[in-house]
């Protein structure tokens, strides 16, 4: 079975500070990750994906993150925060369920709050 | 076009009601998904439409009724809810389900009373 863990669930930084959301996950095959971003009352945004190639991923917003496999994680980092930054980040997985169907497993996600 | 969208953006029903949330989109995905999402949690899996036929139901309850009537819409018929179904309902779009990545549409938030 397939899982991930956000090791964080509330990530308080001053503004202009660096942060790191991390990420780890758990599968036997072959993984594909996706971090997405979710602003009070909106839907989710798609932030970066690493599906093969450069373990390196630039997404929106100056996020990138860096996928390791010897460590299982994903985690997402910005070397400055801004205020508008606050939101829900979400980690997901993508696994195939059976058949043809791809499904996204989520992390619990991780509220970051960017203060003043 | 790039966009996914949902109707209404707020529902307020009572338990008896019959109401139906809409999904739309214009980027020739052939893959539609469903998800419940309540507060503090990440959004939970309902159903999946691949190419208009139903492919996956996360054992839903039956009060909650899919139909996908072309390959742009999606809408989700509900009758006869709980107040516990109260939450964010998010649609989402893949090109196929075979595709890896979905993007999500601004979610209708459902108040059931």
């Known amino acids: 079975a397939q899982s991930v863990t956000q090791l964080d669930s509330q990530v308080p930084v001053f503004e202009e500070a660096p942060v790191e959301l991390r990420c780890n996950y758990s599968?036997?095959?072959?993984?594909?990750l996706f971090w997405y971003v979710q602003y009070p009352n909106q839907g989710l945004q798609l932030l970066l994906k690493y599906l093969s190639g450069s373990t390196l991923v630039k997404g929106i917003n100056g996020f990138e993150a860096e996928f390791n496999k010897s460590q299982t994680s994903f985690h997402l980092r910005k070397p400055s925060v801004h205020i508008s930054d606050t939101a829900e980040y979400f980690c997901a997985v993508s696994m195939n369920s059976g058949g043809s169907n791809y499904k996204l497993t989520f992390g619990k996600g991780t509220l970051l709050t960017v203060n003043p | 076009d790039t966009e996914v969208t949902q109707t209404p953006k707020h529902l307020v029903m009572g338990m008896t009601n019959k109401k139906s949330l809409k999904c739309e989109q214009h980027m020739g995905h052939r893959a539609m998904y469903w998800y419940k999402q309540k507060a503090k949690k990440p959004p939970e899996l309902m159903f999946v439409y691949s190419y208009e036929k139903l492919s996956i139901n996360e054992s839903v309850p039956s009060r909650f009724s899919p139909e996908c009537p072309n390959s742009s819409l999606l809408n989700l018929h509900l009758h006869a809810l709980q107040p516990e179904d109260s939450a964010l309902y998010l649609c989402?779009?893949?090109?196929?389900?075979?595709?890896?990545?979905?993007?999500f549409g601004p979610g209708t938030r459902l108040t059931v009373t």
């Open positions: 989402a779009s893949s090109p196929s389900a075979f595709h890896y990545e979905q993007y």
């Open positions: 599968s036997s095959v072959s993984v594909y």
